[in-house]
């Protein structure tokens, strides 16, 4: 009798056991799920540009902001979302969100004298010296007698003016694809340097981690240097090279991969920095074939196929010799060229004008010349009624009604008159 009893509580502690783990399976997957489930994260519907920042940043997702002006919603307000609310995300989403920039308030446009068919400066550079203005014998910060070349106190002064006076650098590349994304206010600036000369980025030595050390007196070490402490400058610059690269064999591979990865960009300046009018069409395309393939071998794809001309020739379009400049084929190496740099002297019009043309662009010599023949000096005070001012908005161009007649209608950003 006790037997059994013994036998019937034994089965009854097995079953219940059997009950508890069963239970307890279940509430460990009801917990898991539960748990998984709250570090979802479903799409909400956007209200302002602010709630889209904080939504982003704690879920750990991109946003993609365009802006456009709406007569409807106030500025920052959400005009549009690429997500529809209750959606699934994935952690590193990209979200597209349209911005608002509230009502188009032509008065004030014209009041600020936005302009976006206004000039745009390309200021031509070479090298910089380590010698003090005072000490050239020269015009200013110039070291050479036709300022080709600036002292690196005379370059820390033109990075200040150009910032002070309003202006925010752009890529080359950029301008010639007719991108031009500068605050609202403020005016595009390109800065080109030409001849790969070694104190435009000299390099010192390897630091510990392998890394070049830049002369801080080169153009290189003042460009970040003034990056550092102006942020919202937006440095950049395009360095084009001849057949040397940077004059320095042993760093040359490493300047090249640095440039690219912080922001700058090389393009072609002929091997043997070549006066392209008074060559051989064969000398021509050897030549610029010769620097492509080199850039090629080096950062394959990275570098911006804009041949700056050496001397600035030639002269004309017309040049027999011109054609192979842009496009050519030689020794079974194909190129084609986008766009070329002229030796110039004042600013080109905006790559929204429809006298606009990429492939024979003037450039501002970038010395001084006591406010005459186009130095730095007059160049911007001409520019002070006839530079381009940003709307703020890479997505629009804003204009005068009365320019409209100006405008190169191939673009396909939306036009704004007042």
Known sequence: MRKKR??????IICLLLVIILIVGGIYFIF???????SDDIYMPELKTLEEANTFADSNNLKLNIKYEYDEEITKDGIISQSVKKGTLLEENSTIDIVVSLGKIDKEKLAHDGINELGKVPIMMYHGIREKNSNSTGTVGGNVDKDGYNRTPEAFRNDLQLYYDSGYQMIRLKDYIDGNIDVEYGKSPII???DDGNEDNIKVTGIDEKGKIIIDKNSAVGILEEFKESHPDFNVTATFFVNGSLFNQPEYNEKIVKWLIENGYDIGNHTQNHLDIKKA???QVQKEIVYVYNELEKLIPGKYVKIIALPFGSPYSRDNENYKYVLSSSYDGKSYETEAALRVGWEPEVSCYDKDFDKTFLKRCRAYDNNGEEFDIEMVFNNLKTTRYVSDGNSDTIVIRESDLKNLNSSSDKK???Y
């Open 31 to 37: 917990v898991r799920k539960t748990s998984e489930k």
């Open 6 to 11: 013994r036998l019937k509580i034994g089965r």
């Open 280 to 282: 051989t069409g064969d």
């Open 191 to 193: 800065l080109t340097f």
């Open 415 to 417: 036009v704004i008159t």
